[in-house]
Antibody, heavy 121, light 111 residues
Framework: EVQLLESGGELVQPGGSLRLSCAVS????????MSWVRQAPGKGLEWVSG????????FYADSVKGRFTISKDTSKNTVFLQMNSLRAEDTAVYYC??????????????WGQGTLVTVSS | DIVMTQSPLSLPVTPGEPASISCRSS??????????LDWYLQKPGQSPQLLIY???TRASGVPDRFSGSGSGTDFTLKISRVEAEDVGVYYC?????????FGGGTKVEIK
C-alpha cells in the first residue's frame, strides 16, 4: 500500500528555516518524481518543487527559488524540503505528492495528509 | 508560466443533475499526441485526489459519471449526475511544463 507521511511543519519566525520530510512506503522514490504542493489558508493549490526519481534533477516555483531546496534520501525512502528565509506568505499546508508513472508526467496519484507551516512573529 | 483559468468560481448543484466546469490555459497543452491537463478534487478536510489525467482519462477508481474533454487551451470537466459525495473544490492543473500551475478552483456545493 502506498503511503506518504509528511512531518516537520511548525510555527517559525520570519527569516527562519524549517525542514519538511515526506516518508513514503509502498514504492521507491528512486523511480518516481516527487513534488511538494502547498495550500495557503483558504486558498488554492500551488506547486512548489519537484525532484526526478532517477536523475535527481530538481525544479522550483519562482516564488521559492533560491530559498527552498528539495532533496531525497533513497536509503530512507524520504523526500525533504529545506525552507530558508521564510516569509509570512509561505504559511501553508505543505503536501507531498507522488507522480503516477516512473519519472513520468507530473500527474499526482497519491498525496500525503499535509503538514502545516506557519510563519509568524 | 502557463496561466490556468477556471470557471465558475462556485457551482451550486442539485443531486442527480449534471454539472460542468471549464478550464482554460494561456497556451496550448497539446504535445506529442496528448493534452497535458489534469483534474483534481479536494473534498472538505481532505488532500486533493486525482480524477482525470491527460485531459480525458479517468484515474483508477474514479466513477464513470466523471468525464474530461477538450483540447489545446479549452477543457471541460463534466459530472453526468451529481451525488452528495462530489462536493468539494475542483482544480485543473497543467503538467506540461514546470512550473506546474493550477487553476483557482471551482467550489461545488449542493443546493
Amino acid at each position: 500500500e502506498v503511503q506518504l507521511l509528511e512531518s516537520g511543519g511548525e510555527l517559525v519566525q520570519p527569516g527562519g528555516s524549517l525542514r519538511l520530510s515526506c516518508a513514503v512506503s509502498g514504492f521507491s522514490i528512486s523511480s518516481y518524481t516527487m513534488s511538494w504542493v502547498r495550500q495557503a489558508p483558504g486558498k488554492g493549490l500551488e506547486w512548489v518543487s519537484g525532484i526526478y526519481g532517477g536523475s535527481g534533477r530538481t525544479f522550483y516555483a519562482d516564488s521559492v527559488k533560491g530559498r527552498f531546496t528539495i532533496s531525497k534520501d533513497t536509503s530512507k525512502n524520504t523526500v525533504f524540503l529545506q525552507m530558508n528565509s521564510l516569509r509570512a506568505e509561505d504559511t501553508a499546508v505543505y503536501y507531498c505528492a507522488k507522480d503516477q508513472v516512473p519519472d513520468g508526467i507530473w500527474t499526482f496519484d497519491y498525496w500525503g495528509q499535509g503538514t502545516l507551516v506557519t510563519v509568524s512573529s | 508560466d502557463i496561466v490556468m483559468t477556471q470557471s465558475p468560481l462556485s457551482l451550486p448543484v442539485t443531486p442527480g443533475e449534471p454539472a460542468s466546469i471549464s478550464c482554460r490555459s494561456s497556451q496550448s497543452l497539446y504535445s506529442k499526441g496528448n493534452n497535458y491537463l489534469d483534474w483534481y478534487l479536494q473534498k472538505p478536510g481532505q488532500s486533493p485526489q486525482l480524477l482525470i489525467y491527460l485531459g480525458s482519462t479517468r484515474a483508477s477508481g474514479v466513477p464513470d459519471r466523471f468525464s474530461g474533454s477538450g483540447s489545446g487551451t479549452d477543457f471541460t470537466l463534466k459530472i453526468s449526475r451529481v451525488e452528495a459525495e462530489d462536493v468539494g473544490v475542483y482544480y485543473c492543473m497543467q503538467p506540461l511544463q514546470t512550473p506546474l500551475t493550477f487553476g483557482g478552483g471551482t467550489k461545488v456545493e449542493i443546493k
